[in-house]
T-cell receptor, first 111, second 111 residues
Framework: DTGVSQNPRHKITKRGQNVTFRCDPI?????LYWYRQTLGQGPEFLTY????????KSRLLSDRFSAERPKGSFSTLEIQRTEQGDSAMYLC?????????FGSGTRLTVV | GDSVTQMEGPVTLSEEAFLTINCTYT??????LFWYVQYPGEGLQLLLK?????DKGSNKGFEATYRKETTSFHLEKGSVQVSDSAVYFC??????????FGPGTRLSVLP
């Protein structure tokens, strides 16, 4: 097991484009979390899943943000019509119920 | 809502100096408390945790004690090394739910 894997590591996109990030959690972890981290700030919670069920999504930043975990394994986070303010590090974490393991994140730059 | 406050950085110390990074929290429930460390270009790694009042978490020479009466969880290390240079995040949360992170404190240790 190699931990939580996030792809891509870096993404540069033009304003208005859609982007999708992928997170592969540790295989036996049933909970998966998405956070956003802007420069100089701590991670900010976005959403989380238990297996394939999205249990909390009210903290997603706008209706341009959506996340899925269709088979209870990997997850994707999509941002539609990106804006410059979406530039940040997007972190994924997985958990078996106690303790988080974070991935290395996807750094998004919107130009 | 729940929140975490940390001392602002950056903190610059000489090797072998004593380190304290203050952290206070507000919570409606009875959270567990955590310190995470983030090295450049990497994701967050759990440094230590405490799950109830008066618990002391420790790892790699770092310590923090869960103080319910002062709602604090200050991070300490008796003798820092250059390799400890990183950003440190205090967090509170209930296992199985999302965590709340502080803004982070950047530590630079000079040889």
């Amino acid at each position: 097991d190699t931990g939580v894997s996030q792809n891509p590591r870096h993404k540069i996109t033009k304003r208005g484009q859609n982007v999708t990030f992928r997170c592969d959690p540790i295989s036996e972890h049933n909970r998966l979390y998405w956070y956003r981290q802007t420069l100089g700030q701590g991670p900010e919670f976005l959403t989380y899943f238990q297996n394939e069920a999205q249990l909390e999504k009210s903290r997603l930043l706008s209706d341009r943000f959506s996340a899925e975990r269709p088979k209870g394994s990997f997850s994707t986070l999509e941002i539609q019509r990106t804006e410059q303010g979406d530039s940040a590090m997007y972190l994924c974490a997985s958990s078996p119920g106690q303790g988080y393991t974070f991935g290395s994140g996807t750094r998004l730059t919107v130009v | 809502g729940d929140s975490v406050t940390q001392m602002e950085g950056p903190v610059t110390l000489s090797e072998e100096a004593f380190l304290t990074i203050n952290c206070t929290y507000t919570a409606t429930g009875y959270p567990s408390l955590f310190w995470y460390v983030q090295y450049p270009g990497e994701g967050l790694q759990l440094l230590l945790k405490a799950t109830k009042a008066d618990d002391k978490g420790s790892n790699k020479g770092f310590e923090a004690t869960y103080r319910k009466e002062t709602t604090s969880f200050h991070l300490e290390k008796g003798s820092v090394q250059v390799s400890d240079s990183a950003v440190y995040f205090c967090a509170s949360g209930v296992y199985g739910q999302n965590f709340v992170f502080g803004p982070g404190t950047r530590l630079s240790v000079l040889p």
